[in-house]
């Protein structure tokens, strides 16, 4: 791993290397794949109010205490489940976040034919790059619609700026700071959507 590269300016991101690696290798990356997608959204969710360094510490924990996100068995969790995650001490033990969690795997599994995360992603993407310079915003009018249609099909804790966290974190804006390596105009930096 190369320390020296230029990189965003995220808080603890020169200090910490899983920090550093999540930054180089996947956040801002296209994910494929609606597991995937759904483990983002959930760790999204999850992360509401507290630092991501917290969440991304946590996430094999919470792999493993959700079934590595694979929504049919996340769908299938019943109360000695839930019991099972608020003991937890590996995973962020908020019965909000877990029943949250459970019900957008039903949500997910109950989309109707057709529509996909993927899909909800790329109906909701900017139709051009953000312009470079300005500041990183909370949530944009993509992240509040994107937001309003999950909720309508039946997901939960999964506002503006919870929506706008996973479309940064699978690619589908580039919000990579204008010095870092990985910006849209740094060589390799890139924008995409899931598929």
Not at 12 to 41: C, M, N, S
């Amino acid at each position: 791993m190369d320390s020296e590269k230029p990189r965003c300016r995220w808080p603890g991101l020169d200090k910490d290397e899983q920090y550093r690696i999540y930054h180089d290798t996947e956040w801002g990356r296209p994910v494929a794949g609606e597991q995937e997608l759904f483990e983002r959204l959930s760790l999204e969710a999850f992360q509401a109010g507290l630092s991501w360094l917290t969440i991304l510490r946590k996430r094999e924990a919470f792999r493993a205490a959700f079934c590595r996100f694979d929504p049919v068995q996340v769908a299938a969790f019943n109360a000695h489940d839930v019991a099972r995650l608020l003991a937890d001490a590996g995973i962020v033990r908020n019965r909000l976040k877990i029943n949250a969690t459970i019900g957008n795997a039903r949500a997910l599994l109950a989309l109707p034919q057709g529509t996909t995360l993927a899909s909800l992603l790329r109906a909701h993407a900017r139709d051009a790059p953000r312009p470079p310079g300005g500041s990183i915003p909370a949530q944009t009018p993509e992240s509040l619609q994107l937001a309003k249609s999950l909720k309508k099909l039946g997901f939960s804790f999964v506002g503006p700026t919870t929506a706008y966290a996973m479309m940064q974190a699978v690619g589908v804006v580039n919000d990579h700071e204008p010095q870092c390596w990985l910006a849209p105009t740094a060589a390799g930096g890139r924008q995409g959507v899931p598929g």
